[in-house]
């Protein structure tokens, strides 16, 4: 897909703990314009009833940040 003229593909993944019913979902998105590259990767604990952000790394898609006052 592309988003603000960067070509952005995501990728979405589930991993079993060794705990019963408890899943890591990681959510990974790879992003290029020219030159310019990066990832970035949230990572999630999800269990029956709840979910939490476990922690998250990378480079924030520039896309993702504000627009700068004219």
């Not at 603000?4 to 593909?9: N, R």
């Not at 999630?44 to 924030?60: D, I, K």
């Amino acid at each position: 897909m592309q988003i603000d003229g960067y070509d952005v593909e995501r990728e979405t993944k589930v991993e079993e703990t060794a705990e019963k019913e408890i899943y890591k979902l990681v959510f990974t998105e790879h992003w290029r314009k020219g030159e310019e590259s990066g990832q970035y990767q949230m990572i999630y604990e999800v269990s029956r009833g709840s979910m939490g952000v476990q922690r998250g790394n990378g480079a924030e898609p520039p896309y993702l940040r504000p627009a700068k006052a004219a």
